[in-house]
Every structure is written in C-alpha cells, then in structure tokens.
C-alpha cells in the first residue's frame, strides 16, 4: 500500500551532521504519524522521533535539542536533521508511517545505517 525508500546514512565525525530523508511511494491522507526509529546492535530498537499529520513532533530525551524532524509540504518525505553527532547516535535508522485513520497499521523502510566515530 505505501512503501518506504530511507537515504541520507553514512560516517561521521563526532560533532558533525547528518540529514536523512525518507520518501514514501505516494502522499500520504488522513490521520498518521511519521517516525524514525533507530537499532544498534545488542539494543533494542527505539524511538527517535515522530511528527504527526497535524504537524506536531516529538523526540526521545537523547536526542533533544540536537535532532529535528521535518516533513515536506506535500507530505511524502520526511527528514531526520541530526546535528552534533554522538558515537552513541551509530545505528541502523528507520523510517516508519503509521496510519490512524481507522485502524493501526505500520509500514516500514529497510534502514540507513548510521556510523558516528572518528
């Protein structure tokens, strides 16, 4: 129904940025909430951050303050705007839509892998 396409991973220092984009295969209508959610090896997989179709947002505690998530005006790609980068930011990043219309359904992206070391 709506796939998902992640980009914009790859290695940096710590300190610098990274914005990472995730297109989805059509605009998305009605009620949803667009996430990125990121896994490292031996952690469990977590929640970065979200924006809702009515434009709010959200962040986990970690990432305050230094990450930013944005959505375009035809709400087809979102973006992760990570800045002052930490090594413990290295994960593997997903992007995830979750529809709210009528009933939970979750679609998700295959990742973009996140290095952060010097």
């Known amino acids: 129904q709506v796939q998902l396409v992640e980009s914009g991973g790859g290695l940096v220092q710590p300190g610098g940025s990274l914005r990472l984009s995730c297109a989805a295969s059509?605009?998305?209508?009605?009620?949803?909430?667009m996430g990125w959610y990121r896994q490292a090896p031996g952690k469990q997989r977590e929640l970065v951050a979200t924006i809702t179709s009515g434009g709010s947002s959200n962040y986990a505690d970690s990432v305050k303050g230094r990450f930013t998530i944005s959505a375009d005006n035809a709400k087809i790609t979102v973006y992760l705007q990570m800045n002052s980068l930490k090594p413990e930011d290295t994960a593997v990043y997903l992007c995830?839509?979750?529809?709210?219309?009528?009933?939970?359904?979750?679609?998700w992206g295959k990742g973009t892998p996140v290095t952060v070391s010097s």
């Open positions: 059509r605009v998305i209508f009605g009620s949803y909430v």
């Open positions: 995830n839509l979750r529809l709210t219309t009528i009933v939970r359904m979750d679609y």
